[in-house]
């Protein structure tokens, strides 16, 4: 089968499939796991936030959106020509990744699977989907995943549970939202500002420093942890202000931003950091 995934998580996904042979193009963002690297890569940024703190980029981003300018240029002539058997997008965020409605036109013709994951049990969903729809048996990679689920939770109840709050973004700061809170949940934090199944959105540090935190989780989406330590830097006075006992800074872009396999990482870790 020939796949273009135009979505790191389902990147992640079918190589942890055993299908990671099937692709024969990925994003310039899927960076995972290595082998990924090696593949052609049929899209690119219109921004350049490379260098930009989270207050740049979250302008520069509505800007784009006001003026109906997309933030990805997809390369669709190419893709047509590696002649595709499935071509995987998502439906869920239109600047974490590709939406699969700015190039449904385009390829017109060509399998889509549109994943569209709000909650932890859709990205398993979507992952039995994308299996299927591979030809796969989604069965090994599912049993193994819900068994490290299981253990993490129950690691997690032995602890109890302590006040915290998790942001995906600094400037401004944005609760924890989609899949996020259950994660949150299962490793016994009570997040009073998540909100499970739904986008995150832009809130203010006066409302972070209200919910009285023991546990600050600060994991901003897209960033690793060398840049999300950077952005934290810039905003030390509000998160000082916060008074949490812990603050947390983790990689969002490896884990809890990709609604793939890594959640579970990102479980563990969330955990293993009580």
Known sequence: MRIVSLLPSATETLFALGLGGDLVAVTHECDFPPEAAALPVVTRSTLPLAEQASGGIEAAVALAASEGRSLYEIDVDAI?????DLVVAQDVCRVCAVSADEVAQDLVGIPMLRQHPHSLSDVLADMEELAVACGADPRPLLTRLRARLDAATAEAADLGPVRGVFLEWLDPPYRAGHWTPDLLRLAGIDDPLARAG????????VEVEAARPELLVLAPCGFSKQR???????????IDAVGASRVLVLDGSAYFNRPGPRLVDSLELLVASR
């Not at 047509?80 to 595709?84: C, D, V």
């Not at 739904?198 to 540090?205: D, I, K, M, N, T």
């Open 228 to 238: 999300a330590e950077a952005e934290a830097a810039l905003v030390q006075d509000r």
């Open 198 to 205: 739904v986008p995150s959105v832009a809130g203010s540090w």
């Open 80 to 84: 047509r020509e590696l002649r595709p």
